[in-house]
């Protein structure tokens, strides 16, 4: 699956992403970003037992919506990430679904650059978005 | 305290300092690590010749990800392993503006990262600026930029975050 150039249109909406990270996944998280604080592993830590449980990596929520371009761009078709953007609102938790989507914002060519600007976030399944951002992918 | 924060000179004289450089590694292994943890199935994050198959110099790393920080003891942060000397953030007086929010982060690209590059970081607070909130309450908006430069002297990536302390 994968786009390109001539077949992408304003309005498209991107293959959805769907997660649901156990308290393992996060943990493989935890060896790939090297983040440790213990609030994304250790149950026992302070605002984990304040909160019932603990939470999952912004980070994670913002590598997914990367996944979610880049699966969609493909390899070799001549689409790059040019920027990628994301902040983070709310919590999400291990074993509960984060669905990410996006939509083809704005697609133009600007200082010979063919650009396409996306929105893309992660939901909940109350619909709330935790983690909203934007990204501009480049062809060549 | 929120009330009467202010930005001091002191604070302002750290503006558009860089830290000193510090390196990061994108091993393989550790591009899959990142890819496994995110939870990739795409062979082209772990398989040299499905990369390659597809255009890649070497495995590509994933969008977000920039390398581990060379980690020693005594210079790296423990628990972000991050490099203490490059940390560029104000640091405030006990009891002020004591919550911080994350106020999301950008990743500006100018080339691809792959497997086998050494990267060198240099941080540097780009803007330090104060919003009253809608209570009343003052937020300080520190800006960080981090500088990725690759082995040949290209910058690859530039990374934006905002860190609201309130």
């Known amino acids: 699956m994968s786009v390109t150039w001539d077949s ?25 970003n090297w983040d440790f604080n213990p609030l994304h592993h250790d149950i026992k830590y302070f605002a984990c037992e304040y909160l019932g449980s603990v939470l999952v990596q912004g980070h994670f929520r913002a590598a997914s919506l990367g996944e979610l371009v880049q699966t969609w761009l493909g390899h070799n078709q001549g689409g790059r990430i040019k920027n990628i953007f994301c902040e983070h ?4 938790f291990p074993e509960a679904d984060i669905i990410c989507k996006g939509t083809v914002e704005k697609k133009y060519e600007e200082n010979g650059e063919k650009l396409v600007d996306l929105t893309i976030w992660t939901q909940d399944n109350d619909g709330k978005q935790n983690s909203p951002g934007r990204a501009t992918v480049v062809f060549s | ?3 009467t924060f202010e930005i001091t000179e002191e604070m302002k004289a750290k503006v558009g300092k860089e830290s000193p450089p510090w390196t990061y590694e994108v091993s393989r292994s550790a591009v899959r690590a990142f890819a496994r943890g995110t939870g990739y199935t795409d062979p082209i994050y772990y398989d040299i010749d499905a990369a390659k198959a597809a255009g890649y110099r070497d495995l590509p790393a994933p969008p977000t990800f920039h ?58 607070m780009a803007s330090l600026d104060t919003k009253i909130t809608s209570s009343g309450k003052t937020m300080l908006i520190q800006s960080l930029e981090f500088t990725f ?12 975050l905002k860190v609201i302390n309130h």
């Open chain 2, 1 to 3: 305290m929120g009330e």
């Open chain 1, 89 to 92: 609102r709310g919590m999400d």
């Open chain 1, 8 to 32: 992408i249109n304003e309005g498209d909406t991107l293959p959805e992403l769907h997660k649901k990270p156990s308290l393992t996944q996060l943990v493989k998280f935890a060896a790939g």
């Open chain 2, 149 to 160: 430069t690759n082995q040949d002297g290209n910058v690859v990536l530039i990374e934006r």
């Open chain 2, 67 to 124: 390398g581990t920080p060379v980690y020693i003891p005594g210079k790296s942060e423990e628990t972000y392993s991050t490099p203490l000397e490059c940390d560029v953030t104000i640091t405030l007086e006990p009891g002020q503006l004591p919550n911080i929010m994350d106020g999301g982060t950008e990743y500006e690209y100018f080339d691809q990262i792959c497997a086998g590059d050494t990267l060198t970081s240099v941080a540097k």
